[in-house]
């Protein structure tokens, strides 16, 4: 909800900013003039051993000379306690004693039954730890010992035990005056269709209540206690309450522990959830055993940029992974991913701590994989790879998963990444790039890059006008990076402008020479002129010079590179045919023959696009007379 600025600031006035501050430092005494509201501190958002963190009670403002970070109340809380901002105010409102403004009716109204309804769960998580303490509760306490949970552990996380007859709890509640609808409504009670009477959801299950972030019990996990008993671990259903697309089990718990480490562990259920955290390691959350959700996925990154997910080594743990990956792609930020990590020989965590105690499981996590690796060891290991036809399915798979990243920044990045992959596996190992050796790459180091080919021409142009026209970089990134340039340095200069294009959209030419090598740098200038800027570009598409629209320059980019994919395949029929040798399979014959309609029918597309254009460019001379007199017929080498 929207907060006025005069309740924000009545929040402000009522509460010293060193109050709300004060719960995470210790101020330094000698420093600090407490009288005149000046107060200094080690900073809580980076080490140091000085003081430089300052508190200023009469501006309610905060700052770091050290960091830099700085702020009032609630940027405070947000920053230091991972609260988001709603939550902020209202736990600076609960601390000022501040009532929270009103919600409209309607809201107003949810939140009553909310209210209702969690202090029916409550009342519901006592009466299991009651039953728990209970002499019905033995074989509950004797499977919790087995599991290895103390008595802090039981406290901490409120274990309770639900009797095995068909109505305790049912009969519990109604005797304190909660109704049939409302046990039904918070999903303790199910009421079957046929008008037979309501029975309790969960019976002889060793209970754990499950929290939404502000801490309030909202729902159960309950595990099964004899053998026989189907399903092994049961949740509450959604409820007003519950949206278990949302919610993580232990993030109210761990939120301030991640905050502070930048890192958070999600493991799949409340039991590993609680054998991480006993040993230790608060900032642990569970996913309830169900597949990831958009929503659980932005509330891990709530908790650190990239959470480590820890799974089974085993055939389902790997399942499990290969569904978190693909919801999780499609949501990728800059700085936000995950690491996952596959544990050994089929153990849980809970299984790995009490084999290896916690340094083994750290270990564990320490060489958790990132979620490129992951996605690319899954993929490569699909099928075989000894066809072009497989090859190319590889490359499909890889392209699609990829596109689906909205991030456009990051899908780049994945998009760079794969293919660089791609290329290395094709090669195969210790084998080179064809345009990396020998021959012309000797006459590149001789001459310092001046190769007189058509080819290297055309690839000069394609680098000129990529500079010249950046936007070009953008909208065309994917096509440029997949044409392999037949000159490495020709190939490390595209290569460079991509990744300019990555990091900054339509970088200038001048921003990207100042990132490249010397060697680079006077390729750059052969390929784009340094004075004057362009002057190199012109001299080789010499259009260039009579202003055209842009669409017509870069129709004539997609046109070049159109000619450099005809060379590719010119070059992939030259090498079938010289490989086909006597032994001619039929498929070989039939892939040839294809190959060699494509060609005709590409070439056919090429010839006449270059008379359109060669059409256009006499139309652009003629515009400009004093262009004309400089300009010669469009350019199209080889």
């Given at each position: 909800m929207r907060?006025?600025p005069e309740f924000?600031?009545e929040?402000r006035?009522?509460?010293?900013l060193s109050?709300?501050v004060?719960k995470r430092?210790t101020?330094?005494?000698?420093?600090?003039q407490?009288?005149?509201?000046?107060?200094?501190?080690?900073?809580?958002f980076?080490?140091e051993k000085t003081?430089?963190?300052?508190v200023?009670?009469?501006?309610?403002?905060?700052?770091?000379?050290?960091?830099?970070?700085?702020?009032d109340h609630l940027?405070?809380?947000?920053?230091?306690e991972?609260?988001?901002?709603?939550?902020?105010v209202e736990q600076?409102?609960?601390?000022?004693?501040?009532?929270m403004?009103?919600p409209d009716?309607?809201?107003?109204?949810?939140?009553?039954?909310?209210?209702?309804?969690a202090?029916v769960?409550a009342?519901?998580?006592?009466?299991?730890q009651d039953?728990?303490r209970?002499?019905?509760?033995s074989?509950?306490?004797?499977?919790?010992e087995?599991r290895?949970l103390?008595?802090d552990?039981?406290?901490t996380?409120?274990v309770g035990y639900a009797?095995?007859?068909r109505?305790?709890?049912?009969?519990?509640?109604?005797a304190?005056?909660v109704?049939?609808?409302?046990?039904?409504?918070?999903?303790?009670?199910i009421?079957?269709?046929d008008?037979r009477a309501?029975?309790?959801?969960f019976?002889n299950?060793?209970?754990?209540?499950?929290?939404?972030?502000r801490?309030?019990?909202?729902?159960f996990?309950?595990r099964a206690l004899?053998?026989?008993q189907?399903?092994k671990?049961?949740?509450s259903p959604?409820?007003?309450?519950?949206n278990k697309r949302a919610?993580?089990?232990?993030a109210?718990?761990a939120?301030?522990?991640?905050?502070e480490?930048?890192?958070?562990?999600?493991?799949?259920?409340?039991?590993d959830a609680?054998?991480?955290h006993?040993?230790?390691?608060?900032?642990?959350?569970a996913s309830?055993g169900?597949?990831f959700t958009?929503?659980?996925i932005r509330a891990m990154?709530?908790?650190?940029?990239?959470?480590v997910?820890c799974?089974d080594?085993?055939?389902?743990?790997?399942?499990?992974?290969?569904r978190?990956?693909?919801?999780?792609?499609?949501l990728l930020?800059?700085?936000?991913s995950?690491?996952f990590?596959?544990?050994?020989?089929?153990?849980d965590?809970?299984?790995?701590i009490?084999?290896?105690?916690?340094?083994?499981?750290?270990?564990?996590?320490?060489?958790a994989?990132?979620?490129?690796?992951v996605?690319w060891?899954?993929?490569?290991?699909a099928g075989r790879?000894?066809?072009?036809?497989?090859?190319?399915?590889l490359?499909?798979?890889?392209e699609?998963l990829?596109e689906?990243?909205?991030d456009?920044?990051v899908?780049?990045?994945?998009h760079?990444?794969?293919?660089?992959?791609?290329?290395?596996?094709?090669?195969g190992?210790?084998?080179k790039?064809?345009?990396e050796?020998?021959?012309?790459?000797?006459?590149?180091a001789?001459t310092?890059?001046?190769?007189?080919t058509?080819?290297?021409?055309l690839?000069r142009i394609v680098?000129g006008?990529c500079?010249?026209f950046p936007?070009?970089?953008?909208?065309?990134?994917e096509q440029?990076?997949?044409?392999?340039?037949s000159f490495?340095?020709?190939?490390?200069?595209k290569?460079?402008?991509?990744?300019?294009?990555v990091?900054?959209?339509?970088?200038?030419?001048?921003?990207?020479r100042s990132?490249?090598?010397?060697?680079?740098?006077?390729?750059?200038?052969?390929?784009?002129?340094?004075e004057?800027?362009?002057?190199?570009?012109?001299s080789?598409?010499p259009?260039?010079?009579?202003?055209?629209?842009?669409?017509y320059?870069?129709?004539?980019?997609?046109?070049?590179l159109?000619?450099?994919d005809l060379k590719t395949?010119e070059?992939?029929?030259?090498?079938?045919i010289?490989?086909?040798?006597p032994?001619?399979t039929?498929d070989?014959e039939a892939r040839?023959?294809?190959l060699?309609?494509?060609l005709?029918?590409r070439?056919q597309?090429?010839?006449?696009?270059?008379?359109?254009?060669?059409?256009?460019?006499k139309?652009?001379?003629?515009?400009?007379a004093d262009a004309?007199?400089?300009?010669?017929?469009l350019?199209?080498?080889?």
């Amino acid at each position: 909800m929207r907060f006025a600025p005069e309740f924000l600031d009545e929040l402000r006035n009522r509460l010293p900013l060193s109050e709300v501050v004060g719960k995470r430092v210790t101020w330094d005494q000698r420093k600090s003039q407490f009288s005149k509201g000046d107060y200094w501190a080690c900073c809580p958002f980076h080490e140091e051993k000085t003081p430089s963190f300052h508190v200023d009670d009469r501006k309610g403002f905060y700052h770091c000379f050290g960091c830099g970070a700085s702020g009032d109340h609630l940027r405070f809380l947000t920053d230091a306690e991972g609260l988001s901002f709603p939550e902020a105010v209202e736990q600076l409102a609960e601390q000022a004693g501040v009532p929270m403004p009103a919600p409209d009716p309607a809201a107003a109204r949810r939140a009553e039954v909310r209210a209702s309804l969690a202090d029916v769960v409550a009342m519901a998580s006592r009466f299991f730890q009651d039953q728990f303490r209970s002499a019905a509760g033995s074989e509950a306490r004797a499977y919790a010992e087995r599991r290895g949970l103390d008595r802090d552990t039981l406290a901490t996380f409120e274990v309770g035990y639900a009797p095995g007859t068909r109505d305790a709890l049912k009969r519990h509640l109604a005797a304190s005056g909660v109704s049939e609808g409302q046990m039904a409504e918070a999903g303790l009670v199910i009421v079957p269709d046929d008008g037979r009477a309501a029975y309790d959801r969960f019976r002889n299950r060793l209970m754990i209540p499950i929290h939404d972030i502000r801490g309030r019990i909202v729902a159960f996990g309950g595990r099964a206690l004899a053998a026989d008993q189907e399903p092994k671990y049961l949740n509450s259903p959604e409820t007003p309450l519950f949206n278990k697309r949302a919610v993580l089990f232990n993030a109210h718990r761990a939120r301030s522990a991640a905050h502070e480490a930048g890192a958070a562990i999600v493991v799949e259920g409340y039991l590993d959830a609680i054998a991480v955290h006993r040993a230790g390691l608060r900032h642990v959350v569970a996913s309830l055993g169900t597949a990831f959700t958009e929503d659980q996925i932005r509330a891990m990154w709530k908790l650190a940029p990239e959470p480590v997910i820890c799974f089974d080594g085993d055939k389902a743990g790997v399942s499990a992974a290969n569904r978190a990956v693909d919801r999780i792609l499609p949501l990728l930020e800059s700085g936000r991913s995950f690491n996952f990590c596959f544990l050994p020989d089929g153990k849980d965590p809970d299984d790995l701590i009490s084999a290896s105690g916690v340094d083994g499981f750290l270990s564990q996590i320490a060489a958790a994989k990132p979620l490129v690796d992951v996605v690319w060891d899954r993929e490569r290991r699909a099928g075989r790879l000894d066809t072009p036809e497989r090859k190319a399915a590889l490359e499909a798979r890889i392209e699609q998963l990829v596109e689906a990243i909205q991030d456009q920044r990051v899908r780049r990045r994945y998009h760079f990444e794969m293919r660089g992959r791609l290329g290395d596996l094709f090669r195969g190992p210790g084998r080179k790039p064809n345009r990396e050796s020998g021959g012309a790459m000797d006459t590149v180091a001789a001459t310092g890059f001046a190769i007189d080919t058509d080819l290297a021409e055309l690839e000069r142009i394609v680098l000129g006008i990529c500079l010249g026209f950046p936007g070009f970089v953008d909208r065309h990134w994917e096509q440029l990076e997949r044409v392999a340039f037949s000159f490495a340095p020709h190939e490390r200069l595209k290569q460079a402008i991509l990744g300019a294009a990555v990091d900054e959209i339509e970088p200038p030419a001048e921003r990207v020479r100042s990132r490249l090598d010397p060697g680079l740098a006077r390729l750059f200038d052969d390929v784009y002129g340094s004075e004057p800027a362009g002057g190199r570009l012109v001299s080789r598409f010499p259009v260039v010079a009579a202003a055209p629209p842009e669409g017509y320059v870069e129709r004539c980019l997609l046109h070049f590179l159109d000619r450099l994919d005809l060379k590719t395949l010119e070059a992939d029929l030259e090498t079938d045919i010289a490989q086909a040798g006597p032994d001619l399979t039929a498929d070989g014959e039939a892939r040839i023959l294809a190959l060699s309609r494509e060609l005709v029918r590409r070439r056919q597309a090429f010839q006449e696009e270059d008379r359109d254009l060669a059409d256009q460019a006499k139309e652009i001379r003629g515009a400009n007379a004093d262009a004309a007199r400089s300009t010669s017929a469009l350019p199209v080498p080889g």
